[in-house]
């Protein structure tokens, strides 16, 4: 027989931007193949431009008012009650526009997309870090993420002039090289 989810029973995820906690997921929901959860966005903080080459993306607001950007579209205002659906491979952002948290359910089918954000450092443990080696104002970590979403096993350089431009301004450069021990 199912029983209730407790969320106090499955791990919450904290970034500078936020919280995430999933709720159903393959790892710990026996039989299920998406993930389902809901996510946090703080005010003034983003969600930055990325895509799920494996999963479609549905998000619902809850509470709180932002901006969705699609497919590098101009971004459009979400407010509770707005359902926003991700195509596969559709690149997208969210930005809290609000003074409040804006509070997402956010499901992938399938399930898989979440695993980048589970790899991907945590303020936490950024704090830890910072902390053991006595960093005060440490520099915001690049994570590069390889076509699978895991972390890219190889440094790489961008090209010093961007590839493209959005439809909303923005610039998206591209892999120029693979950095070797020693080179800048």
């Known amino acids: 027989m199912t029983q209730p989810i407790n969320p106090n029973r499955v791990p919450t995820q904290t970034f500078d931007w936020g919280i995430i906690k999933w709720l159903v997921k393959p790892e710990y929901t026996l039989g299920t193949g998406l993930t389902f959860g809901e996510v946090i966005l703080l005010p003034g903080k983003r969600h930055e431009r990325h895509n799920h080459i494996e999963s479609e993306e549905i998000l619902y607001v809850l509470s ?8 590098d579209d101009d971004p459009f205002d979400i407010k509770p009650g707005d359902t926003i659906y991700v195509p596969i491979g559709m690149y997208h952002s969210t930005l809290n526009t609000g003074w409040e948290p804006l509070r997402l359910l956010v499901t992938y089918n399938p399930a898989g997309a979440e695993r980048a954000l589970e790899s991907a450092p945590t303020s936490k443990n950024y704090q830890q870090a910072n902390a053991r080696h006595s960093i005060a104002n ?9 076509s699978d979403k895991q972390v890219a096993a190889t440094p790489t350089r961008l090209t010093e002039e961007p590839q493209r431009t959005g439809s909303a301004g923005r610039q998206y450069f591209s892999v120029s090289e693979t950095l070797r021990e020693g080179s800048t």
């Open 64 to 71: 709180g008012t932002g901006e969705q950007m699609i497919d």
């Open 138 to 146: 440490p520099p915001r970590p690049l994570l590069l993420l390889a």
